[in-house]
């Protein structure tokens, strides 16, 4: 059964800090409002889990994550008996809680779930927004606060691991793309506690990396790598080791590539 996480953490912000760049917030409270589900598209370590954590709390939602993977069934999401004491319990999955609760289901990288996950998600992406549970025989109709947000990296460019026409367009999408460097630098800055001109250096590099995207790295270096390594150089590490650590090893595993990177980041710093 994936077991969902329930953001924020006690002790975080609440909300959780997060800098709007384009527009994003209004998108999401007006899908929210409209009971529209919502698709976000962009790389990994973007800022997507932590928007959706923002909103969820900006509009009073609980929120329940489910970060997919290829073993992860409808069974996982909706629910399944359980063995307990000798009886058998029905056991909600956290798509089911959401719609129970009108909370806010978060399915992170959404492709990477097994096909039979689109049958559920179809009744309840539409204008019915039901819930069918095939085991128990209910069919739960989602309250106006629900919401489903689901999203996935199209940069992957996995052809067998795309959505099909006929479940994206059952969503409003939203595509996310690094911030410009002086939003970036200042996220990182409030993220890591770094000065934000030591953080401009770090985007700087980063984005030099993010040109090889396509070429030598199938990824470039994510916001997330980028705050590591300012964290880790707030917290006293030589700053060349950090960006090897953060910004050079993550990467990649072919020594050649490495030897190209750490020149990028000779020249970039
Ligand atoms: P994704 O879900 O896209 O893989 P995350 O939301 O986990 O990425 O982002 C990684 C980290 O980058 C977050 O924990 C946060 O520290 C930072 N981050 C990225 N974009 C923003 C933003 N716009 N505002 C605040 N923090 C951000």
């Known amino acids: 059964m994936a077991r969902p996480s329930i953001l924020p953490a006690p002790g975080a912000d609440d909300p959780p800090f997060y800098r709007e760049t384009a527009g994003e917030c209004e998108l999401f409270e007006r899908a929210f409002r409209n009971r529209m589900p919502l698709l976000i598209k962009g790389p990994t370590g973007c800022g997507k889990t932590r928007f959706v954590a923002h909103m969820a709390a900006r509009?009073?939602?609980?929120l329940y994550t489910v970060?997919?993977?290829d073993d992860l069934t409808a069974a996982d999401l909706t629910g399944r008996y359980l063995l307990?004491?000798?009886d058998t319990v029905w056991a909600d999955g956290p798509?089911?809680?959401?719609?129970r609760d009108g909370a806010i289901c978060y399915l992170d990288e959404v492709v990477e779930a097994?096909?039979?996950?689109?049958v559920v998600l179809h009744p309840v992406t539409d204008d019915r927004r039901t819930l069918p549970l095939e085991r128990t025989g209910e069919i739960l109709h989602a309250p106006p606060e629900f919401m489903l947000v689901v999203s996935y990296n199209p940069?992957?460019?996995n052809v067998l691991k795309?959505?099909?026409p006929s479940t994206r367009q059952r969503f409003l999408a939203l595509e996310f793309s690094f911030p410009q460097p002086e939003v970036e630098a200042a996220i990182v800055a409030r993220e890591s506690g770094l000065a934000q001109e030591r953080c401009a250096a770090l985007v700087r590099l980063a984005n030099a990396l993010r040109e090889l995207k396509g070429k030598d790295l199938d990824e470039g270096a994510s916001t997330r790598l980028v705050i590591y390594c300012a964290s880790l150089i707030k917290a006293g590490m030589r700053p060349a080791d950090a960006v090897v650590a953060a910004l050079i090893e993550p990467l990649t595993d072919d020594p050649d590539v490495r030897q190209g990177l750490l020149r990028v980041a000779d020249i970039a710093l």
């Not at 509009?59 to 609980?62: F, Q």
């Not at 798509?95 to 719609?99: E, F, G, Q, S, Y």
């Not at 097994?114 to 689109?118: F, L």
């Open 59 to 62: 509009l009073g939602r609980p």
């Open 95 to 99: 798509l089911t809680r959401a719609v």
């Open 155 to 157: 940069g992957y460019q």
């Open 84 to 86: 307990k004491g000798g």
């Open 162 to 164: 795309s959505l099909k």
């Open 114 to 118: 097994r096909k039979d996950v689109t």
């Open 67 to 69: 970060a997919c993977h």
